[in-house]
């Protein structure tokens, strides 16, 4: 892919990511614009990883769990909003992946927007998975980015449906996949039967129901005590992912009646590597689903607990693959339906190859513009006084786009004073996920007596 500019020979690309799955996202997306076979960026192209600061920045073992993505994790760096926009007006950046939260994006939009670069980089942003809750909002945070990625040709006809219902420019969304297909077809193996549970952070969210499925799960396990019974969990206890995880499925394990079954594990770790032992992928709703899919390993998603938007798993209407555990127990494996997967981006059929043709041939004929046009998100000063002012607030820029007052602090790079802010955001971040996962759910049960 060749640069914007004549000016080096080098495509210079930023990813920004806030989470561990959005950095896996971010990562994979760049490596897929910028290469034909998402492989290794070529040597004309430098990714650079910043991880947004916030209560779900991954730590290391997360970013090594995420897998290979191109990027040594030793180069990549925590940076707060204000230092990424430094970063971006320092470094000359011909292309940036925003890989964040909706509320995020639009705040690097008016940030980046409030630089008034000569010579702007190229924005592209998207989601991390199934879009099933807050579409019109989650689009309309990302809308004035120059690429907005949908991962299917139906997340791609919604998204160009809110933003013209509202009036807004919809040249922006471009239809592509998810990054992180992969990986080899599944083939059964002699004597290895097993079942893998994709457990999700916020899915569901009472204690009641994810007891209910842990208790499923286990059960299996005992019913069919030759098959091997995994749990993929995607954090351990005090780390954060993309969402809050108050009730990890690791503590109420330990109060399990029963114990727990030899057949029966917790297993952490890059779902493609789980996922090339699997015979079954069990999940309430999980992207997981997809990647499973995309394998053609048999997939089932529960109706156990109700289909219903909350839980994500009305996504799954019409794939054929809703079912029970009771079903499961039974032995029954659903069958996905071909015309579904055809309209979700699984590309099972073996046009993943191709996905990102589009995507990369447009970001390519920006890239050699000579001059990019301003950034226009959606939302203004003037369309949503009541809504954006807070927005950017909470990334400490006004609503302008430019750092409130304090915000920077150019100046602090003393070791002394960087590694006491370091502690102080350590021990915040701790003090969060201990209220989050101790002190909230012991409130809530005092509430309900």
Known sequence: MPPRTEKTSTLRVAVLADSDTRWKWGALTARRLTTGDGGAPTPRTEISGLLLRGRATPTPRQLAEVGDVGIDTDRVREVTAVEFLQTVRDEGYDLVVLALVGGAVQAMLHGLAALRLSARPVVVTGYVGVVYEKLADGLLLRHGADVVLANSRHDADRFRAVYEGVGADASAVTEAALPFLGGA??????????????????????????????????????????????????????????????????????????????????????????????????????????????????????????????LGNHHFIGSGLLTSWDHLDGGAHPEPDAAWLAGQGVAADGTYATAYDTARARVTALLAQDRLPELAPYYTPATAPGYLPGILARHHLAPDGHPLPGAAAPGETGRVRGAVREAVRDAARGAYRHGVQRVAPVIRRMGEL
């Open 185 to 310: 077809p599944h083939t059964p193996e002699q004597g290895r039967d097993t079942v893998v549970f994709a457990a999700q952070p916020s899915v569901p969210a009472s204690r009641a129901d994810r007891t209910y499925l842990l208790r499923r799960l286990v059960e299996h396990a005992r019913l069919h005590p030759r098959r091997e019974v995994l749990l993929k969990l995607r954090s351990k206890p005090g780390e954060h992912t993309t969402h809050i995880e108050e009730l990890p499925y690791q503590r109420l394990a330990e109060k399990l009646p029963g114990g727990l079954p030899p057949n029966f594990r917790l297993v952490y770790g890059h779902m493609g590597e789980v996922l090339d032992r699997t015979d079954l992928l069990v999940t309430v709703s999980s992207t997981a689903a997809l990647e499973s899919l995309h394998r053609r390993i048999p997939t089932a998603v529960l109706t156990d607990l109700g289909v219903r938007e909350t």
